[in-house]
């Protein structure tokens, strides 16, 4: 449990140090975002071992539906409060989702085929 | 305020591990995911415990600051797939950045098209990025912070729902492309469901969400130049 809890530390360092960074430069991207490519660098150079940090961040990613309920009890709660065509954001959701599903899994398809005949 | 904080936080993780145990009972199926099951049960039952929605919302902060050191626990997976990603790194940016133009070039188009308001546009232009990097780009663009939640997590639901059927009809079989596509439209969500598929189509999905992020928040400069 206490070797959990350091490696905790560790992430929770990372994403201190990213919150910083943003702020400082102010870059218009997420601290944890800066904070997760500081620790993937420091994994890459060596500086940290995945073995302090790995049995920390299973836990987090095994359990991250967990970290969505809170979130989305509140978007319920303030669904009450738009006061406009709700089935039109609806469209926009749906419509871009599909979008985003259908064009990236066709293209990265598409690609991996186009190699694969190149190849021959 | 310390006690609803242990309130709060303490009903969320029972009704969550209740949760998983009745979704590992039934054999993962996939409508008892604990998502749907306990956000419903503590919907529901959150006022008969006399807590209302705005002190439970108060009382689970952990949660927010977890989910920011989840989004940075990423780092892990990504690592390990470094030598994957190397070999793919092409196909992986032409598909992330080719994915992300849809989703923002589509969002603006059907939003412009049902004439939508300025500010609700900007709350929903960055929802294809995952939740803490779509709110502050929405706070950039002048959008309205509650509503990002709503629509990030909306289209995350639908694309969770939705999308291993579309791959399916669509006969996409390639695990990046599957991978990609779930990690790029649903993000932390896409990507569970894509570890449980397997390691590569996890590996793509954790790296589909992360670079989408990035690719959504560098689009969001230009908006505002045409704008």
Redesign the interface.
């Known amino acids: 449990m206490p070797k959990v809890f350091w490696q905790?530390t560790l992430?929770?360092s990372?994403?201190a140090f990213?919150n910083a960074i943003v702020s400082f430069f102010r870059l218009?991207?997420?601290?944890?975002?800066v904070?997760?490519?500081l620790?993937?660098l420091s994994?890459?150079t060596g500086i940290i071992q995945?073995e302090w940090?790995?049995k920390?961040?299973?836990v987090?990613?095994q359990?991250?539906?967990?970290?969505?309920?809170?979130?989305?009890?509140?978007?319920?709660?303030?669904?009450h409060?738009?006061h406009?065509k709700i089935w039109?954001?609806?469209?926009?959701?749906?419509?871009?989702?599909?979008?985003?599903?259908?064009?990236?899994?066709?293209?990265?398809?598409l690609?991996?085929k186009l190699?694969r005949r190149l190849k021959r | 305020m310390i006690e609803n904080m242990l309130i709060?936080t303490g009903i969320?993780?029972f009704a969550?591990l209740i949760g998983l145990k009745i979704f590992q009972a039934f054999n993962r199926n996939v409508w008892l995911?604990?998502?749907y099951t306990?956000?419903l049960f503590?919907?529901i039952f959150?006022p008969f415990l006399h807590l209302d929605?705005q002190s439970?919302?108060n009382g689970?902060g952990v949660?927010?600051i977890?989910?920011?050191?989840?989004?940075?626990?990423?780092?892990?997976?990504?690592?390990?797939q470094?030598p994957l990603i190397k070999k793919n790194f092409?196909?992986i940016g032409?598909?992330?950045f080719?994915?992300?133009a849809?989703?923002v070039?589509?969002?603006f188009s059907?939003?412009s098209l049902?004439g939508?308001?300025k500010d609700?546009m900007a709350s929903?232009l960055p929802?294809?990025a995952?939740?803490?990097?779509a709110?502050?780009?929405s706070g950039?663009l002048g959008g309205v912070p509650?509503?990002t939640?709503?629509?990030v997590?909306?289209?995350a639901?639908?694309?969770f729902i939705?999308?291993p059927k579309?791959?399916e009809w669509?006969n996409?079989?390639?695990k990046?492309?599957?991978g990609?596509?779930?990690g790029?439209?649903a993000q932390?969500?896409g990507?569970?469901k894509c570890?449980q598929w397997g390691e590569e189509e996890g590996a793509m999905s954790a790296i589909?969400m992360?670079t989408t992020?990035?690719i959504v928040?560098?689009f969001?400069?230009f908006y505002m130049i045409f704008s």
């Open positions: 905790f992430i929770f990372s994403l990213g218009p991207l997420s601290g944890s975002i904070g997760m490519l620790l993937f994994l890459l995945i940090v790995e920390a961040a299973n987090h990613l359990h991250m539906t967990l970290l969505f309920i809170p979130p989305v009890i509140g978007a319920l709660v303030y669904f409060h738009i406009m039109k954001l609806g469209v926009v959701i749906a419509g871009s989702s599909l979008c985003i599903i259908i064009i990236t899994g066709y293209s990265v398809e690609y991996e190699k | 709060s969320t993780v969550y995911n604990p998502l306990v956000t503590l919907f959150l929605y439970y919302e689970s949660f927010s977890l989910m920011q050191t989840a989004i940075v626990s990423l780092a892990i997976p990504l690592f390990k470094w092409k196909k032409m598909g992330i080719v994915g992300g849809a989703g070039g589509s969002t059907l939003a049902f939508i308001k609700i929903l929802k294809a995952t939740l803490p990097v709110l502050s780009a950039t509650a509503l939640v709503l629509f997590l909306t289209s639901l639908f694309s939705c999308g579309v791959l669509l996409i079989k390639s990046a492309a599957r990609l596509a779930m790029a439209s932390a969500l990507a569970s570890l589909a992360t992020a990035i928040s560098s969001i400069p």
